[in-house]
């Protein structure tokens, strides 16, 4: 199956996910960026639909897949936290490289996330919040094509263009 990402290809798993992995993408800036899961199997009203997880993508780049663990914190995210499926893992643009046990520190202390159903912002657990703030996220799931462009704006890389028969939800 060809990609049509800018992400690239890295491996295949069908691994279940774990909170406290770290997994790799690599833009087409030939560099790592690195992922952290946060929650999994999370059911509504903690996530926008049961089953979900909650990633974060990092600001941090290297040429090689070593972790710099020190640096994946909660103030250097590239996007704001993502809720996704194992699309990623499945496809092969998500790459998991190390377990660690996830520390309070880990974390963002609080979530804002737009939902556009209800128009408001809302928290983790699907609170209305008074007002935004950032990082604010999207109140639904992500698709790794979604996630892809996601990145791509935020690296200031042009988009994957897309194909008749693609589906960005996919």
């Given at each position: ?54 990633v974060y993508i990092y600001s941090v780049e290297r040429e090689d897949k ?27 643009i998500f790459e998991t490289v190390l377990h660690r046990e996830l520390e ?67």
């Amino acid at each position: 199956m060809e990609l049509r990402t800018n992400l690239q290809y890295l491996k295949k798993s069908n691994k279940a996910p774990r909170p406290g992995d770290v997994f790799v993408l690599r833009p087409p800036t030939d560099r790592y960026l690195f992922g952290r899961v946060i929650g999994v199997d999370l059911q509504f009203p903690k996530a926008p639909m049961s089953g979900a997880m909650l990633v974060y993508i990092y600001s941090v780049e290297r040429e090689d897949k070593q972790p710099p663990l020190d640096e994946l914190t909660p103030d250097r995210l590239l996007v704001p936290p993502i809720y996704t499926n194992k699309k990623g893992w499945t496809v092969g643009i998500f790459e998991t490289v190390l377990h660690r046990e996830l520390e309070r520190a880990d974390e963002l202390e609080r979530y804002c996330f737009w939902d556009g159903l209800r128009k408001k912002y809302v928290n983790e657990e699907r609170e209305v919040l008074p007002q935004r703030f950032e990082p604010c996220g999207t109140w639904g799931l992500v698709s790794y094509r979604m996630l892809d462009d996601m990145v791509s704006d935020a690296l200031g890389i042009e988009r994957a263009p897309e194909h008749p028969n693609d589906n960005r939800n996919d």
